[in-house]
């Protein structure tokens, strides 16, 4: 099992910024992807960006060149980094795990951090 531990989400004015950390533990050895996902009410829950255990990151094209996902593997801990935030941003953001086997893939949850951006 991988527990997920978000933070860094709160109320901000458009255009401000945001960052959101996730904190990984338990077995969190051979993970594919890290990533950060988002649901707003009445909305699926969508990719926003992800980085692979390599070091690749991609991105939803609404969030592409304003936020940054970036891993720091010491601390086993990811982060997204959020700039010139808009009300369409406003959603619950949840830190995924992804480890895929020849047989399966395991996606991992954190609880969410709900991020609200005022017009």
């Known amino acids: 099992q991988v527990q997920l531990v978000e933070s860094g989400g709160g109320l901000v004015q458009a255009g401000g910024s945001l960052r959101l950390s996730c904190a990984a533990s338990g077995s969190i050895s051979r993970l594919n992807s890290m990533g950060w996902y988002r649901q707003a009410p009445g909305k699926q829950r969508e990719l926003v960006a992800q980085?692979?255990?390599?070091?690749?990151?991609n991105y939803a094209d609404s969030v592409n060149g304003r936020f940054t996902i970036s891993r720091e593997d010491a601390k086993n801990m990811v982060f997204l980094q959020m700039n010139s935030l808009k009300p369409e941003d406003t959603a619950v953001y949840y830190c995924?795990?992804?480890?895929?086997?020849?047989?399966?893939?395991?996606?991992?949850w954190g609880q969410g951090t709900q991020v609200t951006v005022s017009s």
């Open positions: 980085i692979t255990s390599s070091g690749s990151t």
């Open positions: 995924n795990a992804r480890r895929v086997t020849w047989a399966k893939v395991d996606d991992y």
